[in-house]
């Protein structure tokens, strides 16, 4: 697994490349002509991808020239009015306060609740000797991840939504009926509950990965020596999968200020913005719904290089602590 | 289970233990089932019972009718819906594997500028433009409240173009070497050798595409303003979550009517249905290790 796009996750080093095309002159490889030639049908194969890239992938990033306009729609970028910095005003407002403050206390509950979910799920899935059984339980625990996020809301509106089973279940015990789908403050945790429900079983596959590539030996030579079953976990199976754990973190980190968009805006309504407003629904609605396209934009802007500023550092850390993190220099 | 299928050195579970995780494994089970359970009882269940037992239709329900079903069919809005949804997912996934798989093999060996192209890609895995400039590049492209704005901006995803780029490249060296001897050129090599061993690979990567589509709720919310365009989740949200009532009063007076939770419950299974009957055919390919390799990178 590890073997896997070392290569194609590692940004070209131009020392070496400038090597490598003098070694090829040397040698009187193929000129670019030659080479063009050569690879003309890959390259007409590579074609709409990459042109789907630039207009779908770029082209936006260029758009985000707005964040320093008054954008007006029927003006367009050329003929909107620049305001230099204006925009970044939208940062002080109590709005964006509360946006950012619910985007972290869901990133933080997802940190602490969701990451670990799949690692146990994994190691209880990896202690099943039976392969039958092992197998059946992991088509049971990977299937939520397909069902949408609308499907999933309504089945949880059914479950345990003012009408739905929890409540009547509560009512017949004559307790009181809650209805968790409409509470402010339960909001975070059922947010974290949800996806729980739907990845923590999908999480599991590439933790699985890791614990099949940890030799068997290690357990067989631990046994001889002595260590228990929880020794030879502490000691053999957890280490077996820190650099997964610590690849996933660094993936995770990059996106952590995207916490669960359709899912909370789907549920917004229910709970109102106070509980539910995230950095993405403030945009979606100061922007796309509201017209302040520029403050709005700015502010996505903002998540972005946030989201890719820590990715990049906690890569860093990875390699500062000698493991290999997400690409390899 | 026997004691075969356990390596010597280790030690015979106890009793207790096997208990406690045999436990925890059927709850985790039943947390995941149930709910799918109790979806497809309401959905079958009649009025008279649904507010006799106050929604709680446990396992299955007394009197099993397809009253609801019958509902939501009348009215028209979800037949379409289902029909937007079946079109976007079928139309959609073919253009994504043929874009995918091209571009995952034309990066499978390298070509000029084959770096270049790759880098291109996998950096739009750390960093994307963000809601508003993608909304106003499909509002300039003229791709707004058309079918084409479901499909065309998700194209390619990086990761499933990782997935097919990485098990192409694991295929032996020798067996498109042999080929290219006998005078096969690259894309003869790519329909004759490369795709028919890849079919469990391409089978997982249209599952995730065909999903994708299946379940695309926020690109629709953008970019259509038309709800008669609107794809099955749109529309699912609208009855279910916004609690709008299905059909709108079409149906005539003293016809039977099926209850609204039992209505609700019908369109979430009509949404569900189609995951369900592929699923099962697909998951075993996921724990074969296609996925696995492509997530570093």
């Known amino acids: ?329 | 289970m026997k004691t075969s299928q356990r390596p010597p050195w280790m030690e015979a579970p106890t009793k207790a233990g096997l208990a406690i995780k045999g436990m925890v494994i059927a709850i985790v089970c039943l947390l995941v089932l149930y709910p799918f359970v109790n979806i497809v009882a309401t959905s079958l269940a009649g009025e008279s019972e649904i507010t006799r037992r106050g929604g709680i239709i446990a396992l299955f329900p007394s009197e099993p009718t397809l009253a609801a079903y019958k509902t939501i069919f009348a009215g028209g809005v979800v037949s379409h819906a289902l029909l937007v949804s079946a079109g976007i997912t079928i139309i959609g996934t073919a253009l994504n594997l043929v874009v995918t798989i091209a571009l995952a093999y034309g990066l499978s060996r390298p070509i000029v500028g084959g770096r270049f192209v790759l880098t291109a890609v996998l950096f739009t895995m750390l960093f994307g433009a963000g809601i508003i400039p993608n909304f106003l590049l499909i509002k300039a492209l003229g791709l707004y409240d058309s079918y084409a704005s479901l499909i065309v901006p998700g194209l390619v995803s990086a990761f499933n173009f990782l997935v097919l780029r990485n098990f192409f490249q694991n295929i032996p060296a020798e067996l498109l070497d042999s080929a290219r001897i006998d005078g096969a050129g690259d894309l003869a090599i790519l329909l004759r050798i490369v795709l028919p061993l890849s079919k469990a690979v391409l089978a997982v990567v249209a599952l995730f595409y065909a999903v994708g589509h299946w379940n695309a709720f926020f690109n629709a919310l953008l970019y259509l303003s038309d709800t008669g365009k609107w794809p099955l989740p749109l529309v699912l949200r609208l009855y279910v979550l916004q609690g709008q009532p299905v059909g709108g009063g079409t149906e005539s007076p003293g016809e039977a009517v099926a209850s609204i939770q039992a209505v609700q419950m019908a369109v979430v299974v009509v949404a569900l249905v189609p995951i369900l009957c592929v699923y099962p055919f697909l998951q075993r390919y996921f724990t074969k290790g296609v996925l696995t390799g492509a997530i570093k990178g």
Request: no cysteine; glycine share 10%.
């Open chain 1, 1 to 329: 697994m590890h073997r896997v796009s070392r290569s194609a996750g590692r940004a070209p080093d131009a020392g070496d490349r400038a090597a490598r095309r003098a070694a090829r002159r040397a040698q009187g490889g193929p000129s670019l002509r030659a080479r063009l030639r050569r690879d003309r049908v890959m390259l007409l194969l590579v074609l709409p991808g990459f042109l789907f890239f630039v207009v779908f992938h770029y082209v936006p990033l260029l758009g985000n020239v707005i964040v320093f306009q008054d954008y007006q729609p029927y003006l367009g970028f050329k003929d909107s009015p620049w305001v230099g910095l204006g925009n970044f005003a939208v940062f002080a407002e109590p709005d964006f306060y509360r946006a950012l403050l619910n985007t972290l206390k869901f990133a933080v509950l997802q940190l602490v609740l969701f990451f670990p979910a799949p690692i146990g799920l994994a190691l209880l899935l990896n202690s099943i000797i039976s392969p039958k059984i092992k197998r059946f339980v992991q088509s049971v625990v990977y299937l939520p991840h397909f069902i949408g996020w609308v499907i999933l809301i309504s089945i949880s509106q059914q479950l345990i939504g003012g009408t739905g089973l929890l409540p009547q279940l509560l009512g017949e015990l004559g307790l009181p009926r809650v209805d968790l789908m409409t509470s402010s403050g339960f909001f975070p945790w059922l947010v974290t509950l949800q996806l729980i429900w739907k990845d923590a079983g999908w999480g599991t596959i590439i933790y699985l990965a890791a614990l099949l590539n940890i030799d068997t030996e290690h357990y067989e030579a631990a046994a001889i020596d002595g260590a228990d079953r929880w020794r030879r976990l502490w000691h053999v199976t957890l280490p077996g999968i820190v650099p997964v754990t610590l690849l996933l973190l660094i993936l995770n980190l990059g996106s952590i200020l995207s916490v669960g968009f359709e899912q909370i805006l789907l549920q917004r309504d229910a709970v109102g913005a106070d509980a539910a407003e995230v950095l993405d629904t403030y945009v979606y609605f100061h922007g796309v719904l509201d017209g302040q396209w520029g403050p709005a934009a700015a502010v996505g802007l903002v998540k972005g290089v946030i989201g890719l500023v820590l990715i990049l550092g906690a890569n860093k850390l990875a390699h500062r602590f000698g493991h290999e993190g997400i690409y390899s220099r």
